[in-house]
């Protein structure tokens, strides 16, 4: 059984159809030729090239997690009507190259490989302009906290610097400055 971990592959072919269940689905076969057991860890070129179908449901339901992965490998489209074949735009994924997330589960008893296309965060446009904002808004308030920080510690050390003073007021009040070189015995 093929290892669980990440694996980069090229899309050899796909095909839009039906689940046994009768599930609108999308099967891409790929050819494995790189692993990785996580995202840490350098990929390494494997002896073998594995073929490994995922599966993916064009579901309302599903469409926006199937979308992210199908975004994943190419797919410049929100709509579906770019994997119709009929459609003049038709996107073509042979020879795509995407990264295919193998993990080991169970299933009417024995246990099975189950891939899926890991998506490494490939934002479009409208998700990198609100992801750079909320960085934007996220500095700025970071560089108030820190300016807030600096003032608190400096008004802290101001306080620190007024009570030192005056409690050496204070001392010197009631014992006299002595620090004219006068001894402690000659003033009494």
């Known amino acids: ?10 899309v050899e072919s796909y095909e839009l159809g039906e689940s046994r269940t009768g599930k609108e689905q999308f099967t891409i076969d790929f050819l ?3 692993y990785s ?4 860890t350098e990929y390494v070129e494997l002896e073998e090239h594995e073929h490994f179908r ?28 770019l994997l119709d074949p009929m459609n003049d735009d038709f996107f073509d994924f042979t020879g795509q190259v995407g990264i295919v ?3 080991h589960e169970e299933w009417q008893g024995e246990t099975r490989p189950k891939g899926s296309l890991y998506r490494s965060r490939t934002l479009s446009d ?3 302009s609100r992801l750079v904002k909320r960085l934007k808004q996220g500095l700025t308030e970071h560089a108030k906290e820190e300016a ?22 204070e001392l010197d009040d009631e014992y006299g400055n002595y620090a004219g070189g006068e001894d402690y015995d000659d003033a009494y």
Do not use: C
């Open 54 to 81: 995922v599966y993916l449901y064009l579901t309302p339901r599903a469409w926006n997690m199937t979308l992210g992965q199908l975004r994943s490998i190419g797919y410049p489209s929100k709509e579906p009507d």
């Open 37 to 40: 057991p996580n995202e840490q």
């Open 148 to 169: 807030a920080k600096k003032a608190k510690e400096e008004e802290l050390a101001k306080k620190k610097e007024e009570l030192r003073q005056q409690a050496q007021k």
């Open 32 to 34: 494995l030729k790189e």
């Open 126 to 128: 409208e998700d990198r």
């Open 1 to 10: 059984m093929i290892a669980e971990g990440l694996y980069k592959g090229t």
């Open 101 to 103: 997330e193998i993990k």
